[in-house]
C-alpha cells in the first residue's frame, strides 16, 4: 500500500484537509484595533481582548473539509479495490470543490464588507489537495489498466 505513489499523494492531500481546518481562509486587522479572521470553522471578531465567533454559515466550509478529509483516509484504505477507489476519488474532488467553492464565496463577502484583507494559508491548502487527489486518481486508473492489460494476455 505504502509502495505506491498515490497513496503518498493521498497522504499528502489528507495533510493539506487537516491543516486547511485550522489556518485562517481571510484575515483583516482594522485601523481601530480589531481583528476579523475568517476561518473554515467559523467567523471571528476580537476587539478589545474580546472574541465574538459566528459559526454559521462559515461552518460550511469545515464541512466539507471534514467530509473530504473522512473520503480520503477511506480511500487510502480501498487499495485492492481500484474501481471503488476510482469513485470515492471522483466524489471526493466534488467535496473539496465544495470547500472551495464556500471558502471563496465567504471570503469575497468579507472583502466586499471590508474592502481590504488578505488571503490566509487556509484558502489555497484545499487547491493543493485537490491537485493530489487528481494525481492519485490518474495513477490509481494507470494501476487498473495495467492490471486489465495483464489479464488480457493469459
Known sequence: MWQRIQTLFLVIAILCLASSIFFPVWIYNDPIGQSHQLFPLYYSVIQNNV???QYFPYSLTGIFA????TLAVMEIGKYKNRILQMKLGALNSLFMAGMILCAVIFSNQMVKTFEAGGYGLGMWLPGVAVLCNLLANRFIRRD???VRDSDRLR
Open 144 to 146: 487498473e489498466k495495467i
Open 66 to 69: 471534514i467530509a473530504a478529509l
Open 51 to 53: 472574541n465574538n465567533t
